[in-house]
């Protein structure tokens, strides 16, 4: 489990970076992560974090996730996706007595479409994409707005955007069944889709030639229908990471 969540949040971090890394064709890195989840009584994680970015004319890889172009003209890049989500859930790993004796949530490999377009004055991007291991049998749409600026080795690319998820997504990850109550004590819960507006920044600090150290966050407003669960103590989700990286 513990592999799983490194390589996860890997995902996470490489696709808030995209946009700062993109020029680059091959880069490998280390560093650690810290996530703070919404569950009760839920410890953040602190782990290393891998960083494995490659863009070619055909393919591309970032953290642990990958992709396939049907359509790349600079402006508009168009790709088949794959990527492990980094939602999950482990009863043993919250101090809640009532979580403890709840069943386990487990991650899962998503796939679908995603679409990139490139402006002078930022880019938009957009991915869709549906659990692909029978887990949640959920749907994830993302869009959001990236904007890259650069002086120098320093660049910084801040970002906004909104999640939507599919109530089969959330009732998976954020239900509690009939069941579950009946162990737990807590009421039964029946999710519904939601949307979770968030904010990102990426910093990237290149020095003597290929190296570079990186700093990453996101902040993810939760909406209603994943606060309301039983299982749930906070009105928030985040993410931050740090690290260094060489570009051949």
Do not use: C
């Amino acid at each position: 489990m513990n592999r799983i969540k490194l390589l996860a949040l890997g995902v996470l971090i490489a696709t808030s970076a995209t946009a700062a890394q993109a020029e680059s064709k091959f880069t490998l890195g280390a560093g650690v992560g810290v996530v703070e989840h919404a569950y009760k009584q839920y410890d953040h994680d602190v782990y290393p974090v891998p960083v494995i970015t490659y863009e070619g004319d055909n393919f591309w890889f970032r953290g642990f996730g990958g992709g396939y172009y049907l359509w790349n003209d600079g402006t508009d890049q168009l790709s088949l996706t794959a990527y492990w989500s980094p939602m999950y859930f482990k009863p043993g790993d919250s101090d809640n007595s009532q979580l403890r004796k709840l069943d386990r949530r487990q991650s899962t490999m998503m796939g679908g479409l995603s679409w990139f377009h490139h402006t002078q004055y930022g880019s938009l991007r957009t991915t869709l994409a549906g659990d692909m291991l029978d887990e949640s049998n959920g749907l994830v749409w993302d869009l959001g707005w990236v904007y890259r600026y650069t002086n120098g080795g320093l660049t910084l690319t801040p970002g906004i955007g909104v999640q939507w998820n599919s109530d089969n997504q959330n009732d998976y990850y954020y239900g509690v069944s009939r069941r579950e109550a009946a162990r737990s004590g807590l009421r039964s819960y029946s999710a519904d889709s939601s949307w979770n507006p968030y904010l990102e920044m990426t910093a990237n600090y290149r020095f003597a030639g290929n190296w570079s150290v990186y700093g990453t966050a996101r902040y993810t407003r939760l909406s209603d229908e994943i606060t309301d669960s039983p299982m749930v103590d906070k009105s928030w989700s985040g993410l931050l990471s740090t690290g260094i990286t060489y570009t051949f």
